[in-house]
């Protein structure tokens, strides 16, 4: 069975997403709980709010309940945004 965090990679992997080209940085606890990021150029010029709405519009459409509850968080950027991050 795959884990939770190949089932999220995978459900944004596909053309119906409309996130374009998404890197993922996320991990998997040994309780299952996954956290990271999606990397995108598709957030550029939209609000975080946007972006998570997007994020959480697709998981919602895609996945069931049980493996929902078991996101604590994804954090939403491009890769401009992802760069500036690393070098602090």
Do not use: C, Y
Request: hydrophobic share 40%; aromatic share 6%; no cysteine.
């Amino acid at each position: 069975m795959a884990s939770l965090k190949q089932k999220i990679e995978s459900v944004f992997s596909n053309a119906a997403s409309e996130i374009v080209d998404p890197i993922f940085d996320i991990e998997e606890s040994p309780s299952h709980k996954v956290a990271g990021f999606i990397i995108s150029n598709s957030f550029i010029n939209m609000d975080q709010i946007d972006r998570q709405n997007k994020v959480w519009d697709h998981l919602e459409r895609n996945l069931p309940s049980d493996d929902l509850s078991n996101i604590v968080s994804l954090l939403t950027v491009t890769p401009d945004e992802a760069e500036i991050n690393t070098l602090n």
